[in-house]
């Protein structure tokens, strides 16, 4: 396991749009039309982007898996940040859904904890590496460094065949969100 740099960006962004194609949460706020595997690939680029300046990006040793996380308490608002948000807006979720998105990113961030966490923004897996234990070895880092820097860490997921995993993990769901799918917040403490 090691933190991705920004040569890895094409790799981890193919990985992520890969795994979340045809996840709820990610065409929600993504604009549905012909264009949509390369809407989601922004999405990764946005993503990958915030995570490496105010975040960690991980990818594991054989290139099979890679994980974004944030750490909202370090996000700052900076001229490339809002250059980031706009291209992200054209390219990814379309004008018409700016509103949509704003309000499902409110009612996200009001379960979020007061304290500084880490949030889990994405993990995936390229589908013939599922179940070989790579995305265990991320998820594990990813505690291990969160434990050590004494925060939280909270993620949501609307595929609900996740759950079992997260929860092996101490992940547990303290909310859940209807967006006409079910969103459910997990968050994993710190062990005391």
Same mark, same amino acid.
């Given at each position: 396991?090691?933190?991705?740099?920004?040569?890895?960006?094409?790799?981890?962004?193919? !990985?992520?749009?890969?795994?979340?194609?045809?996840?709820?949460?990610?065409?929600?706020?993504?604009?549905?039309?012909?264009?949509?595997?390369?809407?989601?690939?922004?999405?990764?680029?946005?993503?990958?982007?915030?995570?490496?300046?105010?975040? =960690? +990006?991980?990818?594991?040793?054989?290139?099979?898996?890679?994980?974004?996380?944030?750490?909202?308490? =370090?996000?700052? +608002?900076?001229?490339?940040?809002? $250059?980031?948000?706009?291209?992200?807006? $054209?390219?990814?979720?379309?004008? /018409?859904?700016?509103?949509?998105?704003?309000?499902?990113?409110?009612?996200?961030?009001?379960?979020?904890?007061?304290?500084?966490?880490?949030?889990?923004?994405?993990?995936?897996?390229?589908?013939?590496?599922?179940?070989?234990?790579? /995305?265990?070895?991320?998820?594990?880092?990813? !505690?291990? *460094?969160? *434990?050590?820097?004494?925060?939280?860490?909270?993620?949501?997921?609307? +595929? !609900?065949?996740?759950?079992?995993?997260?929860?092996?993990?101490?992940?547990?769901?303290?909310?859940? $969100? *209807?967006? /006409?799918?079910?969103?459910?917040?997990?968050?994993?403490?710190?062990?005391?």
């Amino acid at each position: 396991m090691r933190r991705a740099d920004y040569t890895d960006k094409d790799f981890v962004v193919n !990985i992520l749009a890969n795994s979340f194609a045809e996840n709820k949460s990610v065409n929600y706020i993504i604009k549905q039309d012909r264009y949509k595997h390369r809407r989601i690939e922004e999405l990764m680029k946005y993503s990958f982007r915030l995570c490496s300046k105010f975040g =960690k +990006t991980y990818v594991s040793s054989n290139k099979q898996a890679c994980a974004l996380v944030i750490f909202p308490d =370090k996000k700052k +608002t900076t001229i490339k940040s809002i $250059l980031w948000d706009i291209q992200f807006i $054209l390219k990814a979720i379309g004008i /018409g859904n700016i509103r949509k998105a704003l309000q499902r990113e409110s009612k996200i961030k009001k379960c979020h904890p007061a304290i500084p966490f880490t949030y889990l923004w994405f993990i995936g897996t390229e589908p013939s590496e599922q179940g070989n234990g790579v /995305g265990t070895a991320l998820i594990k880092q990813i !505690i291990s *460094d969160s *434990d050590n820097l004494n925060r939280p860490i909270c993620l949501e997921t609307s +595929t !609900i065949e996740n759950i079992p995993w997260y929860k092996k993990f101490g992940f547990t769901i303290y909310k859940e $969100l *209807d967006f /006409g799918y079910r969103l459910y917040c997990l968050k994993r403490d710190v062990p005391k």
